[in-house]
């Protein structure tokens, strides 16, 4: 295998007293697309984070194409233009529409020139079925329309990789599916992704491989077919049977629904 281009070892994080990251160990090959699933808390985000070094880890190294992250002489912005981030809650700029939000960090963090940073704005928003709205506030979009903003934002920085961190969890459900479609032919292009979802079918139809986090640890990690099919960790087992039972039973609640509209 070559070298990867994110490699995580040993990472350690504390909140407090708490250790919310106990000695992680991963990486992600060039290409590849990740996704990471747990319970909440279990510190998928955190992790997130500190690949994005928006928290600083206590112990342990993340490396990107072999150079430490955390040293020094690592240009810290140019690493986050390298590898981008989507949150759960969007993180536009209020104040700007929804063209500028794409334009302002190609034109500070890669000094790209106006008319070149408009361009490459503009084909990322068209990519992502949003030619229509460049000149629109981003407090007046939906929610569905301001997460699919912030992911043409993050492309249009060129990024190496690209960390989604429950992307679709602040969505009314009607949105859900309008977001995935983009993140699937995302991760269809070769674009390198680690994606943290409570959305399991998404993750087992995208990823080259699955992570089950549970309580600071990576308690599991294989292949959707693996870890969705084959859990090993009886810890795995217990977490996707909530959901499992979660569709099923939302399955009845719909077969109820039809039956009183056919009684009636
Ligand atoms: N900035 C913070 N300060 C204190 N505790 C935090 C902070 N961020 C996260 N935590 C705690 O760390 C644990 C893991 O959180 P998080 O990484 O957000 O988990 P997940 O994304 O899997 O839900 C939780 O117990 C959370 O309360
Ligand atoms: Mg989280």
Known sequence: MSDPVIRVSHLKKSFGQQEVLHDIDFSIQKGEVVSIIGSSGSGKST?????????IPDSGSITFHGKEILSRD????????????????????????????????????????????????????????LSDFLNKPSTKLSGGQKQRVAIARALSMDPEVLLFDEPTSALDPEMVGEVLEV??????????????????????????????????????????DEVFNHPKNARTRQFLSRFMNRDEESAEAEADEEKTAVAE
Request: with cysteine.
């Open 183 to 224: 993140i699937k032919d995302l991760a269809k292009t070769g674009l390198t992704m680690i994606v943290v979802t409570h959305e399991m079918q998404f993750a087992k139809d995208v990823s080259d491989r699955v992570i089950f986090m549970d309580q600071g640890v990576i308690a599991e990690e294989g292949t959707p």
């Open 47 to 55: 992790l997130l984070r500190c690949i994005n070094l928006l928290e």
């Open 74 to 129: 690592m240009n810290k912005q140019d690493y986050r233009s390298k590898v981008g981030m989507v949150f759960q809650n969007f993180n536009l700029f209020a104040n700007k529409n929804v063209l500028d939000n794409c334009v302002l960090g190609q034109r500070k963090v890669l000094k790209r020139s106006k008319e070149e940073a408009v361009d490459i704005a503009k084909k990322h928003l068209e990519r992502v079925g």
